[in-house]
């Protein structure tokens, strides 16, 4: 029986994948967490391992994290999932604003990707309107702005 081996770690190799939020995250004060989505791809055939790095995340103007998230490995091709959901919670900060993680990104080529889903909520009180200032670090990669929409509470 063959045996799947693993690349080794390379630090730093998270600066070979591109990370991107998909959608725009929107939710009304008061209404149901919704979920800020994002993906990270591979952007070389090659297997990326850097082993486990940080996710930092900073939430946009008038919205907050509830520490839930979750991620799965999908194909490109397709975006089936290729395994089960993986749930864990994270770490805030700030009132809700910041949530971080540790988490390996891994790859084993650019046939796979990893999406995730924090979950969030519209601060009670804050302005609707569309916000561009949150920020998604993952290890030494370059910074992704993260961007929201905060729903009038009787928009649906």
Known sequence: MATQTQTPV???SEK???ITQQGIVEDAPGGVPAHLSFGVLNTVPDPVNPGDVTFALK???GF???GWLSWAYHDVNTLQAKGNLKTTQGTLGNGGRTLTF???PSL???QECLGYAAQVTAIDGASPGRYTDGELRVGTADPVKLKGRV???DED
């Open 10 to 12: 390379k630090e730093g």
């Open 102 to 104: 540790t988490h390996n």
């Open 59 to 61: 939430a946009p103007t």
């Open 108 to 110: 084993s080529s650019n």
């Open 64 to 66: 907050a994290f509830t």
């Open 16 to 18: 070979k994948l591109w």
């Open 151 to 153: 729903l009038d509470p």
